[in-house]
């Protein structure tokens, strides 16, 4: 492949990688304290809203994440291989941890929303919390992965000791 297609295959991934990091980063941050210091039906009306949107967005850049970066891990060599090939599993583990943790525990918030939470509710929430907490740290190692290939040097400017 040439090296423009490659450049373009990591710019694709860099993006789509950038704004999944950024999308999960910016709910650890900002929206779980906030959820955690509204009332609970305030809490739920929102977050099953916010849940309709995130499931088209977030599952297209879990999706354009993954194919990206395993795609160029399959066009690339050595070291920028292991690179590219771990961000692409580190992206997919993100996709599992979401749709095996988050997403059972959304369909229950939908729930609670239009009835009451139960009353274990808190503990569910907070592993809700955790799940988050582990597909954010996964969507951010990916990216930072792939942030250190795009500042590598290219090869060619490399001694040849280097790899």
């Not at 395993?70 to 583990?93: D, F, H, N, S, Y």
């Not at 525990?105 to 808190?122: F, L, S």
């Amino acid at each position: 492949m040439t090296g423009t297609r490659v450049r373009l295959l990591l710019g694709v991934s860099l993006l789509s990688t950038g704004l999944l990091s950024g999308a999960f980063g910016y709910g650890a941050a900002n929206l779980v304290p906030t959820f955690n210091s509204v009332p609970i039906e305030m809490r739920l009306d929102f977050h099953a809203e916010l849940m309709k949107m995130n499931g088209i967005t977030v599952q297209a850049a879990m999706a354009v994440s993954a194919l990206s970066a395993l795609a160029l891990a399959a066009v690339t060599r050595k070291r920028t291989r292991v690179l590219a090939g771990t961000a692409g599993l580190l992206t997919v583990a993100s996709f599992l941890i979401t749709r095996f943790g988050n997403v059972p525990i959304n369909g229950r918030i939908k729930q609670w929303a239009v009835t009451a939470p139960p009353a274990d509710h808190a503990e569910i929430l907070r592993r809700w919390e955790l799940f988050n907490d582990a597909r954010t740290l996964t969507a951010i190692a990916a990216f930072a992965l792939l942030i250190s290939i795009a500042l590598r040097r290219p090869a060619h400017d490399r001694p040849t000791t280097d790899e």
